[in-house]
Nanobody, 125 residues
Framework: QVQLVESGGGLVQAGGSLRLSCAAS????????MGWFRQAPGKEREFVGA????????YYADSVKGRFTISRDNAKNTVYLQMNSLKPEDTAVYFC??????????????????WGQGTQVTVSS
């Protein structure tokens, strides 16, 4: 089992950037495909993007494509979410998640097995 802890959230103005980190412990991160999700108040948790075990493949929700980038450093047991050109509608709690199953383009909450506690991102207009 893997434990995940997100960090790097905060308050930023529209157009700004933030980099979120997701640190893993308990098991090597390279065993998992990793995803990022977000949840705004009163809304369901939604998929942001994901990265394969090796980092060679990534895919993103249309709402963040071209602005957000996921990367990973398996030696550091850490996954990153670089967020650029932030918009007020990006305001949410951001969660990282780990998937232990075979590689598929997983985009739903139920397809991921382990979750962090989340980190708040607030984008002011």
């Amino acid at each position: 089992q893997v434990q995940l802890v997100e960090s790097g959230g905060g308050l930023v103005q529209a157009g700004g950037s933030l980099r979120l980190s997701c640190a893993a412990s308990g098991r090597t991160l390279s065993s998992y495909a990793m995803g990022w999700f977000r949840q705004a108040p009163g809304k369901e948790r939604e998929f942001v993007g994901a990265i394969s075990r090796s980092g060679g493949s990534t895919y993103y929700a249309d709402s963040v494509k071209g602005r957000f980038t996921i990367s990973r450093d398996n030696a550091k047991n850490t996954v990153y979410l670089q967020m650029n050109s932030l918009k007020p509608e990006d305001t949410a709690v951001y969660f990282c998640a780990a998937r232990s199953g075979p590689w598929v383009r997983a985009t739903t909450v139920g397809q991921f097995d382990y979750w962090g506690q989340g980190t708040q991102v607030t984008v002011s207009s």
